[in-house]
């Protein structure tokens, strides 16, 4: 099982590029980053997980940047987009940050998506909320085009531009790896059809058991090969290593073969004893 971490960077917790050269050092696979660019102060929409929405949201570094201090002082370390809003960027902006950061680190990006939650925040960039799948999808159809063309052009709904170049090009060929961060009604279908991957979070083996036994169905009716996927789970497990182990096993049974933990309520003093202790546990 590859172990991977998940945590916002506020400018108060800790450097990003101290973090990740730390996680590396300790055999951590990947860093994911997420991101809420901007959120209103006063939101009506209250937090999927009930009650109001955790401060941390209000104050995420941006997610490109911290991870691009990751990549300066790592070699192998992965930099995972844990989640991006997609349909909250421009596509070709995005589709160039995203494809330098992958170039300059030696290919070593995994594209983590999703189309948010936040009503007021997606608003606030223009974002069709209602549809905002579609739009993530064509979004992500575009900045393929732009990773895998010397020349591309794209005439979607949501995003239209005439021939243009678009450098450089990601190391990864393709472009990253999309692993699409949902659970919704429809999450396995999209991940089926056009996805990389699936990386839900706070989820039970069981749920991933039944979870993923639908999603082989829905790739055998999209004529995708199931086993080129790439199956996440982010979230946290209580108890000692033993415990740890235990339940990282049975997420592998069901065919996970990444567990990301969630980390929060740390400083800059205090973030170097929190990755040894999680580590001890996980790794």
């Not at 070699?75 to 991006?84: E, V």
């Not at 979230?235 to 049975?250: C, F, M, N, P, T």
Request: aromatic share 10%; proline share 7%.
């Amino acid at each position: 099982m590859k172990i991977g971490l998940l945590t916002p960077f506020s400018g108060r917790n800790g450097n990003p590029g101290e973090f990740a050269r730390i996680a590396e050092s300790l055999g951590y696979e990947s860093v994911w980053i997420p991101e809420h660019p901007a959120v209103p102060a006063n939101p009506a929409t209250k937090f999927p997980g009930g009650g109001d929405i955790p401060p941390i949201y209000f104050s995420m570094a941006d997610q490109i940047v911290a991870l691009s201090m990751a990549a300066a002082v790592t070699k192998s370390l992965k930099l995972a987009t844990g989640i991006c809003l997609v349909p909250e960027h421009h596509p070709v902006a995005l589709a160039n940050q995203i494809a330098t950061l992958d170039a300059f680190s030696g290919g070593r990006v995994i594209f983590g998506i999703g189309a948010g939650w936040l009503r007021e925040e997606c608003d606030l960039f223009a974002v069709d909320f209602p549809k905002r799948w579609t739009q993530t999808r064509e979004y992500i159809a575009a900045m393929r085009e732009l990773w895998t063309h010397d020349e591309a052009a794209f005439d979607g709904k949501y995003v239209k531009f005439p021939s243009v170049r678009c450098s450089p090009k990601p190391a990864q060929k393709n472009g990253p790896l999309v692993s699409i961060g949902s659970l919704d009604k429809n999450a396995l279908k999209r991940v089926a059809k056009w996805g990389d991957g699936w990386c839900p979070i706070r989820v039970t083996p069981e749920f991933m058991s039944e979870k993923l036994a639908e999603l082989k169905r829905e790739c055998a009716a999209a004529g995708r090969d199931f086993a080129r996927l790439d199956i996440t789970v982010m979230g946290y497990i209580q108890g000692d290593r033993a415990k740890v182990q235990s339940e990282l096993a049975r997420f592998a049974e069901t065919g996970v073969s990444r567990f990301v933990v969630g980390l929060s309520d740390f400083t800059p003093d205090t973030m170097p004893r929190m990755l040894e202790r999680v580590a001890a546990a996980y790794v």
